[in-house]
């Protein structure tokens, strides 16, 4: 079975950076669609960033200059740089995957567990 497995989140002070790591059980040659969904407590989760095979990138606008997503074929793991954090990114942050390039930009077949991304005024 897929399995994503989140990690790198922490306590940060505003302004301050945070890197996320989410490694899959296989390939991510196989996943033609990954990102990176995020929830604050009593809100929906959103999307974030998202990346696809022919390198394409997606960012919302909340976030646009600030994080990239990048991946690691190598390493079957993909990436969310997070620069200028903000008390408002606050969040659990959810890796997602999708082997449907027809999914894009919102891949939601895969998910990890979440990591906590606290960002302290």
């Known amino acids: 079975q897929v399995r994503l497995v989140e990690s790198g989140g922490g306590l940060v002070q505003a302004g301050g950076s945070l890197r996320l790591s989410c490694a899959a059980s296989?390939?991510?040659?196989?996943?033609?669609?990954m990102g990176w969904y995020r929830q604050a407590p009593g809100k929906q989760r959103g999307l974030v960033a998202a990346i696809r095979g022919a390198g394409n990138t997606f960012y919302v606008d909340s976030v646009e200059g600030r994080f990239t997503i990048s991946r690691d074929s190598a390493k079957n793991t993909v990436y969310l740089q997070m620069n200028s954090l903000r008390p408002e990114d606050t969040a659990v942050y959810y890796c997602a995957a999708s082997t449907r390039i027809e999914k894009w930009p919102l891949p939601n077949d895969y998910w990890g567990q979440g990591t906590q991304v606290t960002v302290s005024s």
């Open positions: 296989e390939t991510i040659y196989n996943f033609n669609v």
